[in-house]
């Protein structure tokens, strides 16, 4: 018989960086990466994207006819350096950060981290697999192209920050367990 008092083991979360190189500027890149709404037109998954509050947007994902949704909580932005952020309540449990680095004057280095924990089966196997990886980079990749063939954001979503001590109330729906 197990002894209750033993902690209990937890899997390890999964952590995936990838980077890659825009033909743009610093403050471009930075700029098309907080434009939200508009990863619906280069991230084939994200079927939408809401920006509910200066620091929190609902997305929906959508694979075939598997669907997930969740918002996600802004936890830092530091304008042209990085943004970080988690998921609160949804489908997805994960955390980001994208850092941007100027090469020279028109090439930026976009540096994209992820960390999750797969649940399922079928998400352990994918991660074991690289799959997550994979994700990651055609993600970058998908962005980097999208930028580079539109020039940069059209504002449709520019996000603005308060200190991460803000005031700003989470959403209605926003679980903060």
């Not at 939200?36 to 994207?49: C, H, N, R």
């Not at 997550?132 to 020039?151: N, P, W």
């Not at 603005?160 to 367990?177: E, G, L």
Request: net charge negative; charged share 25%.
């Amino acid at each position: 018989m197990a002894d209750s008092s033993t902690p209990r083991t937890t899997r390890p979360l999964r952590r995936v960086t990838r980077s890659v190189v825009v033909k743009a500027p610093l403050s471009a890149a930075y700029k098309q990466w907080v434009d939200l709404e508009t990863f619906p037109d280069f991230l084939e998954p994200v079927a939408s994207v809401s920006v509910t509050s200066e620091t929190y947007s609902h997305w929906l994902l959508s694979v075939g006819r598997i669907t997930r949704e969740f918002d996600a909580e802004i936890l830092e932005q530091i304008p042209d350096d990085h943004l970080s952020w988690r998921t609160i309540g949804g489908d997805l449990a994960f955390t980001g950060r994208a850092d941007f680095a100027a090469v020279d004057d028109s090439s930026t280095r976009v540096t994209l981290s992820v960390s999750w924990e797969p649940h399922t089966a079928a998400e352990r196997a994918a991660a074991t697999v690289g799959i997550d990886a994979r994700v990651v980079a055609s993600a970058l990749r998908s962005y980097a192209k999208h930028l580079e063939l539109t020039g940069g954001p059209k504002g449709r979503s520019h996000v603005t920050i308060k200190s991460v001590d803000s005031d700003d109330p989470p959403p209605a729906n926003a679980d903060r367990a």
